[in-house]
């Protein structure tokens, strides 16, 4: 089993910045190391993909909207994701999700929803204007 809990969430005013972390536990996640990935969600919109990084940290995609602003990167031995975001705007308001990789994708860094098998709960971030 897996287990996902995203925390650093919050409120913040636009061009503020926020780090979200995500620390992973379980047996299977202590015995393997998963691509990850952070999704978002926005009232009334999908699920969208935001970033991702591979099992050792070498490889990591984002989405348009966020390049530039937003960085990935990961700490294997706290078991831990992170996603720092930078000069925030009132668009970026969403739940956002930490996911584990499907272990078939292989080396192939996921950008769709279905390449992850495990989510955790989301933490909620605000930007005001």
């Known amino acids: 089993q897996v287990q996902l809990v995203e925390s650093g969430g919050g409120l913040v005013q636009a061009g503020g910045s926020l780090r979200l972390s995500c620390a992973g536990s379980g047996r299977s996640f202590s015995s393997v190391v998963f691509a990850m990935g952070w999704f978002r969600q926005a009232p009334g919109k999908d699920r969208e993909f935001v970033a991702a990084i591979s099992r050792i940290g070498g490889m990591t995609q984002y989405a348009d909207s966020v390049k530039g602003r937003f960085a990935i990167f990961r700490d294997n031995a706290k078991n831990t994701v992170y996603l720092e975001m930078n000069s925030l705007k009132p668009e970026d308001t969403a739940v956002y999700y930490c996911?584990?990789?499907?272990?078939?994708?292989?080396?192939?860094?996921?950008?769709?929803?279905?390449?992850?098998?495990?989510w955790g709960q989301g933490t909620q971030v605000t930007v005001s204007s």
């Open positions: 996911a584990a990789a499907r272990q078939d994708l292989g080396v192939v860094i996921g950008t769709n929803v279905d390449d992850y098998a495990y």
